[in-house]
T-cell receptor, first 119, second 112 residues
Framework: DTAVSQTPKYLVTQMGNDKSIKCEQNLGHDTMYWYKQDSKKFLKIMFSYNNKELIINETVPNRFSPKSPDKAHLNLHINSLELGDSAVYFC??????????????????FGQGTRLTVV | GEDVEQSLFLSVREGDSSVINCTYTDSSSTYLYWYKQEPGAGLQLLTYIFSNMDMKQDQRLTVLLNKKDKHLSLRIADTQTGDSAIYFCAERRGGTASKLTFGTGTRLQVTL
């Protein structure tokens, strides 16, 4: 059973196209993330959702729009794709909990990644 | 700055110990993690340490934390060829919207 699954695994598309990457987790977690890994393997967070609500939005072009229809899904839609968008995109999830006034997150589980190539 | 620094490359012989180092930035980080990424694969959580601990051991893995110097290390005993991968440290900063900030990654190559 795959805990965090992303589709597609590979995506090759032309500049200017619009594409979506889907992510689903079956862990019952309430927090999901999108990370981008560039060609130098550097990982950087893009977005985070908790219970379908956007809580982290890093400096990402507004061509990128995450959508969370429910807390088990976080999809990433990208408009007008550019060459610089080529990267591996990772979805992740973790469980948030609030107790004693502090909000804590368990470790994050990652999907296998989607390798996006824009030509 | 925001960068979490790691050396880019480490080569060890099979059976030797590997030590991967990481320097993080935020003294208020609550948890520090080590992730492993094999070629073409996602990130696998190896271990983590809470910021009030100095050391954590888990089978062949030993994590050392020096909060004063903001230095984290991962020691892999009896390194095997299957340990060849990229290793990322990550810090989870505090706050209600905490996120993982990853290091630059260390590529570990294990030779026979």
């Amino acid at each position: 059973d795959t805990a965090v699954s992303q589709t597609p695994k590979y995506l090759v598309t032309q500049m200017g196209n619009d594409k979506s990457i889907k992510c689903e987790q079956n862990l019952g977690h309430d927090t999901m993330y999108w990370y981008k890994q560039d060609s130098k393997k550097f990982l950087k967070i893009m977005f985070s959702y908790n219970n379908k609500e956007l809580i982290i939005n890093e400096t990402v072009p507004n061509r990128f729009s995450p959508k969370s229809p429910d807390k088990a899904h976080l999809n990433l839609h990208i408009n007008s794709l550019e060459l610089g968008d080529s990267a591996v995109y990772f979805c992740a999830s973790s469980q948030g909990s609030s107790g004693t006034g502090r909000w804590r997150l368990s470790e994050a589980f990652f999907g296998q990644g989607t390798r996006l190539t824009v030509v | 700055g925001e960068d979490v620094e790691q050396s880019l490359f480490l080569s060890v012989r099979e059976g030797d110990s590997s030590v991967i180092n990481c320097t993080y930035t935020d003294s208020s980080s609550t948890y520090l993690y080590w992730y492993k990424q094999e070629p073409g694969a996602g990130l696998q959580l190896l271990t983590y340490i809470f910021s009030n601990m100095d050391m954590k051991q888990d089978q062949r893995l030993t994590v050392l934390l020096n909060k004063k110097d903001k230095h984290l290390s991962l020691r892999i005993a009896d390194t095997q060829t299957g340990d060849s991968a990229i290793y990322f440290c990550a810090e989870r900063r505090g706050g209600t919207a905490s996120k993982l900030t990853f290091g630059t990654g260390t590529r570990l190559q294990v030779t026979l």
